[in-house]
């Protein structure tokens, strides 16, 4: 069964653009080195903060992807865009 990583985060207006550019590059640095990430969903909400979830094959891989992105330059660029970020981990159980 897949898992999940939740991420809930602000981004200012001023800086989306330059942000959905950069999470695009990590996302796809991640993949080609970690193959197990299926999608990842970038969800404004109505309180004007961002739900990203990102989808993976197993929990090992998503593990070794989170612990390598110390290693990646996209990773603090890209959150260095965003202000009261939290994460979670979670399993998927339904989906239809």
């Known amino acids: 069964m897949s898992v999940v990583r939740s991420h809930r985060y602000s981004v200012a207006d001023a800086d989306l ?3 959905l ?6 996302i796809a640095t991640v993949r080609a080195a970690h ?6 969903a970038l969800i404004l909400l ?6 990203d ?9 998503m593990g070794a992807a989170f612990a390598a992105l ?3 330059p996209e990773a603090p660029l890209t959150m260095a ?9 979670g399993r998927l159980v339904d989906e239809r």
């Open 81 to 89: 865009l965003t202000k009261d970020a939290t994460a979670l981990n």
């Open 21 to 26: 550019a950069r999470r695009a590059s990590l």
């Open 70 to 72: 110390p290693t990646l």
């Open 53 to 61: 979830t990102w989808h993976w094959a197993t929990g090992e891989q």
């Open 46 to 51: 109505e309180d004007g903060t961002y739900s």
């Open 35 to 40: 193959p197990g990430l299926t999608h990842a």
């Open 17 to 19: 653009e330059e942000f």
